[in-house]
């Protein structure tokens, strides 16, 4: 297995406009995570899958940002009419699943969005 | 205030020195998890621990559940230690544990 990853690893964009990354976690897991980081500053969560289900969404996510999991797998998430304010590093990371304990979160690379 | 507070939040040791990073929350939690970051890298899990200590070569990682803190500690300091270490927990939701809450990392410059 080749870890988790995430395309693209850079995105400069145009204020207004849509973008959407990619995620692949690792196969055999089933939980998968979307947290953003700006300079400086440590990741802030943004939404959780469980398999398919979307399970948690923090309040950062408004409504111009929306994830996907389609078939368990790979995500996306889609942020529409971006702001400078959207810029930042986009993580993502996948774990196994259970209730009662705790698992390591494998990470991924990151998206680097840009806004200008 | 943070859920999740790191002390300090830059460092600069010189090659050898031993360093301890410290880290408290003010959360229950079902786990703690230390985490590199290099500049412009991705972030890499060093440990995951709930009580105790834990220890993986020159990386000593320790947890004091009742007073919600924890600390890491780096024996014999390299330049290649340099990196950001970020201090996260796992908050407990009563059984379902999902989400990390991060501190705002601790920047480690060691020099030569």
């Known amino acids: 297995d080749t870890g988790v990853s995430q395309d693209p690893r850079h995105k400069i964009t145009k204020r207004g406009q849509n973008v959407t990354f990619r995620c692949d976690p690792i196969?055999?897991?089933?939980?998968l995570y979307w947290y953003r980081q700006t300079l400086g500053q440590g990741p802030e969560f943004l939404t959780y899958?469980?398999?398919?289900?979307?399970?948690?969404k923090s309040r950062l996510l408004s409504d111009r940002f929306s994830a996907e999991r389609p078939k368990g797998s790979f995500s996306t998430l889609e942020i529409q009419r971006t702001e400078q304010g959207d810029s930042a590093m986009y993580l993502c990371?996948?774990?196994?699943?259970?209730?009662?304990?705790?698992?390591?979160?494998?990470f991924g690379p990151g998206t680097r969005l840009t806004v200008t | 205030k943070n859920e999740v507070e790191q002390s300090p939040q830059n460092l600069t040791a010189q090659e050898g020195e031993f360093i301890t990073i410290n880290c408290s929350y003010s959360?229950?939690?079902?786990?703690l998890h230390w985490l590199q970051q290099h500049p412009g890298g991705g972030i890499v899990s060093l440990f995951m621990?709930?009580?105790g200590k834990k220890k993986h070569g020159r990386l000593i990682a320790t947890i004091n559940i009742q007073e919600k803190h924890s600390s890491l500690h780096i024996t014999a300091s390299h330049p290649r230690d340099s990196a950001v270490y970020i201090c996260?927990?796992?908050?407990?939701?009563?059984?379902?544990?999902?989400?990390?809450?991060f501190g705002t990392g601790t920047l480690l410059a060691v020099q030569p």
């Open positions: 990371a996948s774990s196994q699943a259970g209730t009662g304990t705790s698992y390591e979160q494998y």
């Open positions: 196969s055999e897991h089933n939980r």
């Open positions: 899958f469980q398999n398919e289900a979307q399970l948690e």
């Open positions: 959360v229950g939690i079902s786990a």
């Open positions: 621990l709930s009580s």
């Open positions: 996260a927990v796992s908050k407990n939701y009563g059984g379902a544990t999902n989400k990390l809450i």
